[in-house]
């Protein structure tokens, strides 16, 4: 069971992280996303530019500590998943480099929002 929560965590992290680099498209679909996607994108560049720890590794660790195990045992997690949200080689330049790609892939996105949409702004 704990592997499971573990294994759930880590797809919901995974998810988080696609949300908060691409979740400014949703503006497309639904322009009230908006308003959770800014808070989460600049949750996002904090974490990569204080090297902080998102809460949700935390919760990962905790749930395979009491499943007694150190690593996941699913393939596609362990081989496609955790590379994704933990390099092997993350160090505080590649932390920051990763910052502003973030920053930049969304600015263009909104860019693209505000151009597309600037009637409805003013």
Not at 37 to 51: D, K, N, S
Not at 53 to 74: G, H, Q, V
């Amino acid at each position: 069971m704990y592997e499971f929560l573990a294994t759930l965590t880590l797809i919901i992290h995974f998810l988080f992280i696609l949300y908060v680099i691409l979740g400014g498209l949703l503006f497309l679909i639904k322009p009230g996303t908006l308003y959770f996607h800014i808070p989460a994108f600049l949750y996002g560049v904090y974490v990569e530019f204080t090297q902080s720890i998102c809460p949700l590794t935390y919760l990962e660790n905790f749930f395979l500590s009491k499943a007694k195990i150190e690593t996941y045992s699913t393939s596609f997690i362990q081989n496609y998943l955790i590379p994704v949200i933990y390099p092997v080689n993350l160090t505080k330049e590649l932390q920051t480099t990763l910052g502003v790609l973030l920053i930049i892939i969304n600015l263009v996105i909104y860019v693209i929002i505000f151009k597309k949409f600037k009637n409805k702004f003013y």
